[in-house]
């Protein structure tokens, strides 16, 4: 290309600041306003931004950028001396062997697509994921709760309440598309599931069949005698009457034998 059109690009990329040539991986791309910025005496070096790059070099045809599968920039020497910690490439420059460096091979993975932004990327796809799984069974473990209230029901129209709940919450849940990786849908969720064990119905209903096998118990350990009275017919059916009810909403509190 003539150099001259090549400077006027230049200068026109220069005010709109950092920009790209060209997408092709082997253009060079300019850092140009801290060139525009610098005193003219400063030199124009040229830095590949690959992750392991360590070298400037004299031209953007050095060897050493060969291996530069990231981009090329045009930056001024203070600026890859200072700011992108880079040493005279050892190719291109004439300075003793301990103070220049070359830039390594970049392609050292299979797949290596591109440099950080991709990794911050990947590594906000991976906790997000985390985050997911964490909310998942977070909300997994508040249903598997409820499973353990259901074995705490004794009455079929208890159980098959309870079961209406558990299904409407699930349908709530899943119809309202959560994003589990967000605390704040976990914990609509989590509440939703919890409403079902703190139902009314539900926590009364299991506090009286924890009641009605306390009195079946006692009922049983009755003499023959005693459970043919019409004392023993009256507490068999107070809490007979409680059980055979189709009812969730009924309750049964506590009598003993001897006070009927
Ligand atoms: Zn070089």
């Not at 600041?17 to 070096?45: E, L, M, N, P």
């Not at 392991?52 to 291996?67: F, I």
């Amino acid at each position: 290309m003539n150099n001259f059109i090549a400077r006027i690009i230049m200068l026109l990329i220069s005010i709109n600041g950092i920009s790209d040539i060209t997408a092709c991986h082997s253009g060079i791309y300019s850092i140009y306003s801290h060139y525009h910025k610098s005193k003219s005496s400063q030199q124009v070096v040229f830095v590949c931004m690959g992750k392991y790059s360590e070298a400037y070099h004299s031209s953007a045809n050095c060897r050493g950028l060969n291996n530069c599968s990231s981009k090329i920039y045009q930056v001024n020497s203070d600026y890859a001396v200072t700011t992108l910690d880079r040493r005279p490439c050892c190719i291109c420059w004439n300075v003793s062997s301990y103070n220049c460096a070359t830039d390594k091979q970049e392609n050292r993975y299979p797949g290596y697509i591109s440099p950080l932004p991709a990794d911050d990327l990947i590594n906000a796809a991976i906790q997000k994921q985390r985050n997911y799984n964490t909310g998942k069974e977070i909300v997994q473990e508040e249903i598997n709760k409820l499973t353990n209230v259901r074995t705490q029901l004794t009455r079929t129209c208890d159980i098959e309440y309870f079961d209406q709940l558990v299904t409407n919450a699930i349908n709530s849940i899943n119809n309202g598309n959560p994003d589990l990786s967000l605390q704040t849908h976990v914990n609509w969720a989590v509440n939703i599931a919890r409403s079902v064990a703190n139902n009314q119905y539900i926590t009364q209903s299991v506090y009286s069949s924890r009641i009605y096998y306390q009195m079946v118990n006692e009922y049983n350990q009755l003499t023959y005698s005693q459970k043919n009275t019409t004392q023993g017919t009256n507490f068999y059916d107070y809490f007979m009457n409680w059980y055979n009810s189709e009812n969730p909403a009924t309750t049964l509190s506590y009598k003993s034998f001897y006070s009927f």
